[in-house]
Every structure is written in structure tokens, then in C-alpha cells.
């Protein structure tokens, strides 16, 4: 079965705002990963954080991770138009493999 | 070269059909990926090759065949596919194999969006 769950399924707010995604996991990971997808194309590698660290930025984008919890967030600040796309969480475990979580649709309005 | 490319974009194919899926990077990544999406899913893996070695088939269907001919290419060979196999397939690579941590940050081509007929 697929390592993460994320909440929400579906995420609408008008630009400027912030938009947070939550996501979950079972298993022991060794780092935590959030890719973004727009409709119909590859996913694109947005942050990685590993399972030793508690929190990581990088530009508009802060992801949390409580391994206690087993749970990740994604928070994108100031959120445009243009980052209207899915999210996706992914774990990777010691076996090299890269699960992907039910991701969050996100729809930013002008 | 910071691209993974994947040929045809669209293929169109009967159940009956053999065709391929083509995937080449250059960026001298040492693992590969197939993944299978669903629309409105998120990616589910099929196969990974870790150094021109299958290291990980997720039980999937021997109507696909996977092949990796040197450590740039990756192929999936197609052979009498169901309609239900209709999906966005995508190709990856990474740096290195498995058990390296953060290794495995994915480089994703475009895809490749089969329709069966």
C-alpha cells in the first residue's frame, strides 16, 4: 500500500495566501520528500528532509517533519497563481524505494 | 544535462500491439525508474535499476518488460496490454542505488501517456 496520506485532497485559496499540506507515513523513513506536479507532466522535486532534521526552508517553502508523529507538513507562503499544480509527499526507506503519497490538489486564484 | 527524455510523448497502441517506451538521461545518474499514474493518482512504482541491474520489479504484469541497455537508457518493451494499462508513464532517475540517503531525489521526464485500445 502507499506509505503516505495527505490532507487535504483538494486545497483552494486566492493568491497571496498561504496554502498548507499535510501528509502522513507508516513506516520508518529515512528522509521525507515533496514533489509538485503540473497537470499531465513529470513531477518536479521541490525539498527533501531527512529523518534527523525538524525543519527545512527554501525560498517561499517550509516543510516540518515530526518523526514522533510520522508526519510531514508543506507550507507555501505568498502563494501565486502559478504554483496551482499537485503536491505530493514521498518516503524513502533504507531499500531505495520512493513512495509516493494521494497528494493535495492546489488551486490558487488571481 | 539536467533532463531525463522520454519518447513517444503519446502512444496510441491495440491490445495485440508490441511497442516501447523509451527513457535517456545524461546526467550520469546511476538508478532508474518506471512509474505507472493513474489520472487523478499518485504515481505508483513498477521497476527500479540500480547500476544496470533490475533491483526492484513491484510484481507487475510481464506484459511489461523492462530494459536497461547502459546506464543512460532505459526502456519499456509492451506486449498484448489491456486497456486498463492506459496511463501517464513516467521515467526517473537518481544519482545512485539504493541505501544511499539522499540518493534518491528523483529527476522525472515528462511521461509518456499510453492509451489501449
Known amino acids: 500500500s502507499q506509505q503516505g496520506e495527505e490532507d487535504p485532497q483538494a486545497l483552494s485559496i486566492q493568491e497571496g495566501e498561504n496554502a498548507t499540506m499535510n501528509c502522513s507515513y507508516k513506516t520508518s523513513i529515512n528522509n521525507l520528500q515533496w514533489y509538485r506536479q503540473n497537470s499531465g507532466r513529470g513531477l518536479v522535486h521541490l525539498i527533501l528532509i531527512r529523518s534527523n532534521e525538524r525543519e527545512k526552508h527554501s525560498g517561499r517553502l517550509r516543510v516540518t517533519l515530526d518523526t514522533s508523529k510520522k508526519s510531514s507538513s508543506l507550507l507555501i507562503t505568498a502563494s501565486r497563481a502559478a504554483d496551482t499544480a499537485s503536491y505530493f509527499c514521498?518516503?524513502?526507506?533504507?531499500?531505495?524505494?520512493?513512495?509516493f503519497g494521494q497528494g493535495t490538489e492546489l488551486s490558487v486564484k488571481p | 544535462d539536467t533532463e531525463v527524455t522520454q519518447t513517444p510523448k503519446h502512444l496510441v497502441m491495440g491490445m495485440t500491439n508490441k511497442k516501447s517506451l523509451k527513457c535517456e538521461q545524461h546526467?550520469?545518474?546511476?538508478?532508474m525508474y518506471w512509474y505507472k499514474q493513474k489520472a487523478k493518482k499518485p504515481p505508483e512504482l513498477m521497476f527500479v535499476?540500480?547500476?544496470?541491474?533490475?533491483?526492484i520489479n513491484e510484481s507487475v504484469p510481464s506484459r511489461f518488460s523492462p530494459e536497461c541497455p547502459n546506464s543512460s537508457l532505459l526502456n519499456l518493451h509492451l506486449h498484448a496490454l489491456q486497456p486498463e494499462d492506459s496511463a501517464l508513464y513516467l521515467c526517473?532517475?537518481?544519482?545512485?542505488?539504493?541505501?544511499?540517503?539522499?540518493?534518491?531525489?528523483?529527476?522525472f521526464g515528462a511521461g509518456s501517456r499510453l492509451t489501449v485500445l
Open positions: 546526467m550520469g545518474h546511476r538508478a
Open positions: 535499476y540500480s547500476y544496470e541491474k533490475l533491483s
Open positions: 514521498a518516503t524513502a526507506n533504507q531499500g531505495g524505494k520512493l513512495i
Open positions: 526517473a532517475s537518481s544519482q545512485g542505488g539504493r541505501g544511499r540517503t539522499g540518493a534518491n531525489v528523483l529527476t
